[in-house]
T-cell receptor
């Protein structure tokens, strides 16, 4: 079955440091989505990437979709305490949405 | 304004006692999903509706059922909750399959 793995599982950074999480799928994806879940909260959609090699930016966040459309990354520049949470990538299956294993980010003030 | 609303936010039920969780949406989306999320894990898809068409994931236990009486509402029924069913249950909607999903705030289920 389809598997979407993320690394690292956990990341602790000092405030101001950069952070990157990587997402790898066992199959080619038609698109990749990224969600953020704050502690105690629910997943919130961040962005969707569709094209091979696509790069999108949202302020300090940079999202990239691999050329083979099997991997993706999220990079946060100069982390802030408001970035704390778990970041999930999500890939579509045949007719549904599978979430990756997630990366939990802790930002130390 | 809340677009996907789940009730209740917290539910405590007794072992083996049927429980129903509800979800409503104001987005008029065709697709409604139910996910189970246990502590420090990713959301796990239980099933989804595309309009009235019900799609069960292969590994979803028979103990879990769902109803969608109309576009706006969807219910998750747990017929005989076990201790292992304690989790956050998340409802989500999307306009089409595999597009952006909007999540409710979730219902945290405790089984005693």
């Amino acid at each position: 079955g389809q598997q979407v793995m993320q690394i690292p599982q956990y990341q602790h950074v000092q405030e101001g440091e950069d952070f990157t999480t990587y997402c790898n799928s066992s199959t080619t994806l038609s698109n990749i989505q990224w969600y953020k879940q704050r502690p105690g909260g629910h997943p919130v959609f961040l962005i969707q990437l569709v094209k091979s090699g696509e790069v999108k930016k949202q302020k300090r966040l940079t999202f990239q979709f691999g050329e083979a459309k099997k991997n993706s990354s999220l990079h946060i520049t100069a982390t802030q305490t408001t970035d704390v949470g778990t970041y999930f990538c999500a890939g579509p299956g045949a007719n549904n949405l599978f979430f990756g294993t997630g990366t939990r980010l802790t930002v130390i003030p | 304004d809340a677009m996907v609303i789940q009730n209740p936010r917290y539910q405590v039920t007794q072992f083996g006692k049927p429980v129903t969780l509800s979800c409503s949406q104001t987005l008029n989306h065709n697709v409604m999903y139910w996910y189970q999320q246990k502590s420090s894990q990713a959301p796990k898809l239980l099933f989804h509706y595309y309009d009235k068409d019900f799609n069960n994931e292969a590994d979803t236990p028979d103990n879990f059922q769902s109803r969608r009486p109309n576009t706006s509402f969807c219910f998750l029924d747990i017929r005989s909750p076990g201790l292992g069913d304690a989790a956050m249950y998340l409802c989500a909607t999307s306009s089409r399959l595999i597009t952006e999903a909007f999540f409710g705030q979730g219902t945290r289920l405790t089984v005693v």
